[in-house]
Structures are given as structure tokens and as C-alpha cells.
């Protein structure tokens, strides 16, 4: 069983760098063609698709939050990493990483419970 | 921002049937896969349905999806209340080197 969840600070200031942990279980990174990604939702609004991981360490990024984003793996802890840079309050959101049920596919077949994180100063 | 593009909104009664529109581009539906996502209030999204019109274990098959040139449809038949949620489209784009969503549909049951 495939389970994965998501850490990190639930309010940072403004301008601060936000990371998020996402640790998981049941897959491993280390397996071929395994990716996990991350997603965002703003209260009240869509989803939006940050960034995402593969085994092979092939990474993709939403282009227009591309130079504010870094995603890594720790294949060792079965944890991903993302890194937002220059928080602002529109960041406010609850984010989720979720585990890519094929390759290039937009199929999110696991999803972690998602945690809030709120921008203010 | 999103790329796909769903209606707001969409209604039916109790057993009636709720189709919701996906509408993209060639760079991702035209030449990729169409997935649904169900969100319920207040819960992480659960894949509804996948390749267009896969449903994974345990989703009911009053759920179907269909897909066709740059669109894509989630059809409910048989609505029951516990429909009652947002449903999102996604699929890969090429041109942007990553997944897309649509806009989002609120599903309600009069």
C-alpha cells in the first residue's frame, strides 16, 4: 500500500523560504519510472500543479513558478523535498504531493493528506 | 491559469444523470491521456478516472469518462448525494513540460 504525507511549517513570513517534506511508503525512488509530485490549492480555488520527481532524477516545473521552486529526493529516507523561495501571501495554500500512476501523465494515484500553509507576516 | 477549461458548476436531482465538459488543446488532451479527479469537502482529490476512461478499483460504474479530439467528459449517472463535490480534469501538456488541470466543477444534488 502506497501512502504518502506531507511536513513542514504551517505559517511563514513573507519573503521567507517554505520547504515541504513529503515522506513516503509502499514505493521507492529507487524503483524505475517512479515520480512523486507536488500540488497546490489556494482556498476557495483550483488545483495547481507545482513540480514533480522522477526516479531518474529528471525533474519538471511549472514554468511560472519555475525559478522560484527546487524539488530534490532523498532516496535513502523515501522523503521529496520542495523548496519555494519568496513567499508571498498569494502562496497561501493547502499543498499535496502526490505519487505519478504513469509516466508524463497527469495521473495522481496516491495523494497525501495535504497541509495548509499559510503566508503572513 | 488553468489550462483546461471546465464549467463552474453543474446540478441534477437524485438518479439523474451530470455530464461536466473538459476543454483543452492539442499540446494536452489533443495528444494526451484524460484523468478525473473527485474532491469531496474538506479531503485531498482521489482519482476518479484515468486514460480517458479507466476507473481504478472501488470507483462505482456510474462514473464513466470519455474523450474526443482536444475534450474530454466525466459523465455521473444515477446521481446520488454523496456525488455531491468538486471534480477536476487533468493531463500532461507538452508544450509546458508538465501536468495541467482544468478550472474545476462543483457538482451539486438538488
Known amino acids: 500500500q502506497i501512502t504518502l504525507k506531507e511536513s513542514g511549517p504551517t505559517l511563514v513570513k513573507p519573503t521567507q523560504t517554505l520547504t515541504l517534506t513529503c515522506t513516503f511508503s509502499?514505493?521507492?525512488?529507487?524503483?524505475?519510472?517512479?515520480?512523486i509530485n507536488w500540488i497546490r490549492q489556494s482556498p476557495g480555488k483550483a488545483l495547481e500543479w507545482l513540480a514533480l520527481?522522477?526516479?531518474?532524477?529528471?525533474?519538471r516545473y511549472r514554468p511560472s513558478l519555475k525559478s522560484r521552486l527546487t524539488i530534490t529526493k532523498d532516496t535513502s529516507k523515501n522523503q521529496v523535498v520542495l523548496a519555494m523561495t519568496n513567499m508571498d501571501p498569494m502562496d497561501t495554500a493547502t499543498y499535496y504531493c502526490?505519487?505519478?500512476?504513469?509516466?508524463?501523465?497527469?495521473?495522481?494515484?496516491?495523494w497525501g493528506q495535504g497541509t495548509l500553509v499559510t503566508v503572513s507576516s | 491559469q488553468s489550462v483546461l477549461t471546465q464549467p463552474p458548476s453543474a446540478s441534477g436531482t437524485p438518479g439523474q444523470r451530470v455530464t461536466i465538459s473538459c476543454s483543452g488543446s492539442?499540446?494536452?488532451?489533443?495528444?494526451?491521456?484524460v484523468n478525473w479527479y473527485q474532491q469531496l469537502p474538506g479531503t485531498a482529490p482521489k482519482l476518479l478516472i484515468y486514460?480517458?476512461?479507466q476507473r481504478p478499483s472501488g470507483v462505482p460504474d456510474r462514473f464513466s469518462g470519455s474523450k474526443s479530439g482536444t475534450s474530454a467528459s466525466l459523465a455521473i449517472s444515477g446521481l446520488q448525494s454523496e456525488d455531491e463535490a468538486d471534480y477536476y480534469c487533468?493531463?500532461?501538456?507538452?508544450?509546458?513540460?508538465?501536468?495541467?488541470f482544468g478550472t474545476g466543477t462543483k457538482v451539486t444534488v438538488l
Open positions: 502526490a505519487h505519478e500512476g504513469d509516466f508524463w501523465s497527469g495521473l495522481f494515484d496516491y
Open positions: 509502499g514505493i521507492s525512488l529507487s524503483t524505475s519510472r517512479v515520480g
Open positions: 520527481i522522477y526516479w531518474n532524477d529528471d525533474k
Open positions: 492539442s499540446s494536452n488532451i489533443g495528444s494526451n491521456t
Open positions: 486514460s480517458n476512461n
Open positions: 487533468a493531463a500532461w501538456d507538452d508544450s509546458l513540460n508538465g501536468s495541467v
